[in-house]
């Protein structure tokens, strides 16, 4: 097989078990719409203050709608994390074994990479779809760029994860503590100091203040689409390596050897 050939066999084995994972698909076709509809119901319209960095403005922003988009990077960030997560943990005895039959780990990881980013796109483009049925902002493809980031940060997290914690149980709760935090006090609806200046270093706050320009009609900054590409890099690259660790020659020999 050509490098080309084993790198889209890699890919199509990836993707295959992302699509696999009825559970995750089921609270992506279910869970998003009605996470929406309870914002829907349970939340005002009333304008809340909510500061746009790019250019420091002090918006008062329709609460229900700024609500939208933090119930939105809410599930993204749950379900896209717990699909990377599930199927990195679920594959590390396979991707050992490609390895054996000769895939090198640069196409393995790049077929990761490859499979994030894809189901990264499609569960955000899902989410944005379903949030113009509830309201229409004024650029849904800068809400969607949004969104995007904020599910590449939490699948390199759940990649990051699945390499490196033994235990499902762990796994899952780590991704559900982090994402709740991290989208919950960017909203100011849920956290009323959501100005404050620590939470510029948290995952979803780039990703957050993309989606309310594009939600609002504000003038969109290419620093912070640099800034929502940090996490997933940073996650990323430490997931990699230690995926790197676990499926190279000496630790594949020697699992092989002990299980046999």
Request: overall charge positive.
């Amino acid at each position: 097989m050509t490098s080309l050939s084993r790198y889209l066999t890699a890919t199509r084995y990836a993707l295959f078990e992302q699509a696999r994972n009825r559970t995750a698909l089921l609270l992506l076709l279910l869970f998003v719409p009605v996470w929406y509809y309870f914002y829907l119901l349970l939340i005002p319209s009333d304008p809340l203050p909510f500061l746009y960095r790019a250019t420091g403005t002090l918006l008062q922003a329709n609460g229900q709608e700024l609500g939208f988009i933090s119930a939105g990077l809410n599930a993204i960030t749950l379900i896209v994390g717990f699909m990377l997560f599930a199927s990195t943990r679920k594959n590390m005895q396979f991707d050992r074994r490609l390895t054996l039959c000769g895939f090198s780990q640069a196409l393995l990881i790049a077929a990761k990479l490859t499979a994030l980013v894809v189901v990264s796109a499609i569960v955000s483009l899902y989410a944005s779809l379903v949030l113009f049925f509830y309201w229409h902002p004024s650029s849904l493809p800068l809400v969607w760029l949004g969104f995007f980031c904020s599910a590449l940060s939490y699948g390199a997290l759940g990649l990051l994860l699945g390499a490196l914690v033994r235990g499902e149980l762990e796994g899952f709760f780590l991704i559900i503590m982090i994402s709740l935090i991290d989208t919950l006090l960017q909203n100011p609806l849920g956290n009323p100091i959501a100005n404050q200046p620590v939470l510029r270093w948290f995952p979803s706050f780039a990703p957050m203040q993309l989606s309310v320009a594009g939600g609002f009609g504000l003038h969109m900054s290419w620093l912070y689409l640099f800034y929502s590409l940090a996490w997933p890099s940073g996650f990323a690259l430490l997931g990699l390596l230690v995926f790197w660790w676990k499926t190279h020659a000496r630790s594949v020999h020697i699992i092989a050897l002990q299980q046999s």
